[in-house]
């Protein structure tokens, strides 16, 4: 039985992230391996990452390519400094991404998660319109059930109530209403109902002024708030009325990016391109800590153009591992398996079968909605009276131990299953999610 060391530690010391402590010290779920499409647990079971780990791996674990990049560029340059000096490997990451996107989104900033991502976008888009000699437009719209991840801004943005309300007051946001429509339950892909939804934006211009709102942030397809797909149409209306009123819009693709919507980003899918791209996780296949900004290069310019001296830097932001040598070398090794592999097409022929597996599910009890697009799907699972959170939570424990690697959060089932896997993965999965669902009361 493998346990790679970790019962003879204490487990004490270790402070487990967005996890209930309590029950995990009592109750470890300790991940030892990887291979493929599978975690290997402490007790040497097999389970299937229908998550790609936390929407991030999903080229599949321990791609030789990148270890070996990685390992080469540690035996190169393990570090260089990342402000007032650069390693060429970034400047070539920075092409690829770019080219990977449309004109004019091609000036890319590097973080190291899709927190600081966020972060950086939402800066630089209340400096933006500071150095436009505007600096009133500055208030940030997020909207409701969506995730930008843990950090202060887009904590603030974000529109997750139990992530929120712990930490009382946040930095002022007004927050467009959800696109979560009870008459678009169990629709499959894009949902038919809901394109006005985006002219809630004219409401909150009413309230404020276009002249006082900076940007506005979405995820183009919310993971983390339970699969929550555009309503046709809806980004591309949005993208209009930030146009018409000159706000920012700026699109979360963290989970979006890289293939997981049948296509390379959420912007080919849904049609529509935002000033500053937020991206992250897959980016290098979740193995190294890595985001990015990518703007459009007359957000750039306006900061290249301000009236600074050559030696006084014209954005102050930036991170100590901006850009990391390691991550870049990994990133780089994950775009080659990206683009030869065609991951984003591999990923567009698996949705149909996982279409299908998941909708299968439908009429099974406590199921109020199934969501999907691309290799992302989520189950609404009907909240207990006065435990709203415990049925998804023993749904995914039960698969866990039945062999699944599901995520419970908030009232959903969420899957992102590796871009890579085999149809009777997708279906395997289902089936056990079928049998396990039908035992919870
Ligand atoms: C849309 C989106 N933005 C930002 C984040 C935060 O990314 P990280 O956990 O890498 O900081 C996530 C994480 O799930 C996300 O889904």
Redesign the pocket.
Known sequence: MPDSGYTSVSLDAFWVPYTSNRLFKRDPRIIVGADGCHYITADGRRVYDALSG??CCGFGHNRPEIAAAVSRQLETLDYSPAFQFAHPQAFELAERVAGLLPNPLDRVFFTN??????ETALKIAKAYWRLRGRPEKSLLVGRVRG????NFG?TSVGGIETNRTPFGDLAVAEHLPTTLLPENAFSRGLPPKGIELADELESIVERHGANRIAAVIV?PM???GGVVVPPAGYLKRLRELCTAHDILLIF?E??TGFGRTGKPFGIDTFGAVPDLL?I??ALTNGTVPM?AVIADRAIYQAFLDSNLPDYVPELTHGYTYSGHPVACAAALAAIDIFERDGIADRAAELAPVFEDALHALRGTKHITDIRNCGLAGALQIDPLPDEPLRRPFEIGIKCWQRGVYVRWAGDTIQLGPPLVSRPADLEDACNILLDVISTVE
């Open positions: 936390l929407w998660s899709g927190s600081e991502s966020v995730y930008h991840g843990a887009g995820e919310s993971g983390s979360d963290v989970i937020c992250a996780k985001g």
